[in-house]
């Protein structure tokens, strides 16, 4: 298996809760922001050029921890894996985007993972948004 494409997304958590979701018209679902590899980048410089890119904030972390990870074939059938990044001690600074920006993002949004079972959600964004609870508790315990 080859893979074709590296993908990075990343979850940006508001104090108050409530996380970073865009709206990709290409797919026609929510999922946290985030987008391929480009040559010569690092996992990291893509989630931070990606976030950007797509919703305006910018942020800084010491670290990104991987909190999910998948491959699957893509609609023209090559294989692509996307990670799944996550921090609980990061500063995030910019100022929300107007979406029309990117051809892609049709809305960009601070919502309470509550409301997530009402929306239409990427697979791989609604697995990941499930694991928080667990990476919150395991960072705060090291802490």
Known sequence: MIIKAHSTKVIVRHENGNLLLVYNTKFNVWEF???TVEEGE????????????????TIRAKYLSEIANAQYISRV?????????????????????????????REVSWMNPE????????????????????????RNQKV
């Open 33 to 35: 922001p985030g987008g």
């Open 42 to 57: 690092t996992y990291y410089q893509t989630t931070t050029r990606e976030l950007e890119e797509e919703t305006g904030f």
């Open 77 to 105: 059938g090559e294989w692509h894996q996307v990670t799944m990044y996550w921090t609980n001690r990061m500063s995030v600074g910019g100022e929300m985007t107007d979406p029309s920006r990117d051809k892609n993002i």
């Open 115 to 138: 409301q997530f079972p009402t929306l239409r959600m990427h697979p791989f964004s609604q697995f990941a948004a499930s694991l928080i609870p667990q990476a919150v508790e395991a």
